[in-house]
T-cell receptor
Framework: DSGVTQTPKHLITATGQRVTLRCSPR?????VYWYQQSLDQGLQFLIQ???????AKGNILERFSAQQFPDLHSELNLSSLELGDSALYFC??????????????FGQGTRLTVV | GDSVTQMEGPVTLSEEAFLTINCTYT??????LFWYVQYPGEGLQLLLK?????DKGSNKGFEATYRKETTSFHLEKGSVQVSDSAVYFC?????????????FGQGTRLTINP
């Protein structure tokens, strides 16, 4: 158990809908990262938050947004869903947020299926 | 941009065989390098890491050496077990001021037969 909790574990929804994925980082970790794992794109970095502020952005679509709340949990919002958004979404957390040597711990992921 | 290329799988070996999974990278400067493992139905777990050239990361019998001259970080294990069956990801962490992210390879699925 990495200490990173993601809910829900599985989600099935229809095209055009909106969903929210939730992540609770390890106790004491200030950074949260979101990754998307799909068959064709592999593991792609989406976005990083550090202590409530956005720190880095990767290949995140405009239909997707994220935020980190004062209690440090994070939510990833996916809207106007398309079939191609079906993927495993991972959250990771780490103590630091800079370029230092801090390990990122991954949750078990939320498997999103868009039908 | 930064990228990681690892050998395509799937790789199937017999128990006690020697394992090598190749990984090469393209990056600016001296990124940190990692191997992550994903067991069925689970998230990614850090297997080992190296933060500077010539460092050797090791864990659970696995080893990888940071080779700057060949931009490589190949994963090796002398004698694999059935329990090593998983997907292995090579990754780098670029040097970005004030931020962290991981750039992953495509993953290599390893199956060990008894």
């Amino acid at each position: 158990d990495s200490g990173v909790t993601q809910t829900p574990k599985h989600l099935i929804t229809a095209t055009g809908q909106r969903v929210t994925l939730r992540c609770s980082p390890r106790s004491g970790d200030l950074s949260v990262y979101w990754y998307q794992q799909s068959l064709d794109q592999g593991l792609q970095f989406l976005i990083q938050y550090y202590n409530g502020e956005e720190r880095a952005k990767g290949n995140i679509l405009e239909r997707f947004s994220a935020q980190q709340f004062p209690d440090l949990h994070s939510e990833l919002n996916l809207s106007s869903l398309e079939l191609g958004d079906s993927a495993l979404y991972f959250c990771a957390s780490s103590v630091g947020g800079g370029a230092g040597d801090t390990e990122a711990f991954f949750g078990q992921g939320t498997r999103l299926t868009v039908v | 941009g930064d990228s990681v290329t690892q050998m395509e799988g799937p790789v199937t070996l017999s128990e006690e065989a020697f394992l090598t999974i190749n990984c090469t990278y393209t990056a600016t400067g001296y990124p940190s390098l990692f191997w992550y493992v994903q067991y069925p139905g689970e998230g990614l777990q850090l297997l080992l890491k190296a933060t500077k050239a010539d460092d050797k990361g090791s864990n659970k019998g696995f080893e990888a050496t940071y080779r700057k001259e060949t931009t490589s970080f190949h994963l090796e294990k002398g004698s694999v077990q059935v329990s090593d069956s998983a997907v292995y990801f090579c990754a780098l962490r670029p040097i970005i001021q004030g931020a962290q992210k991981l750039v992953f390879g495509q993953g290599t699925r390893l199956t060990i037969n008894p």
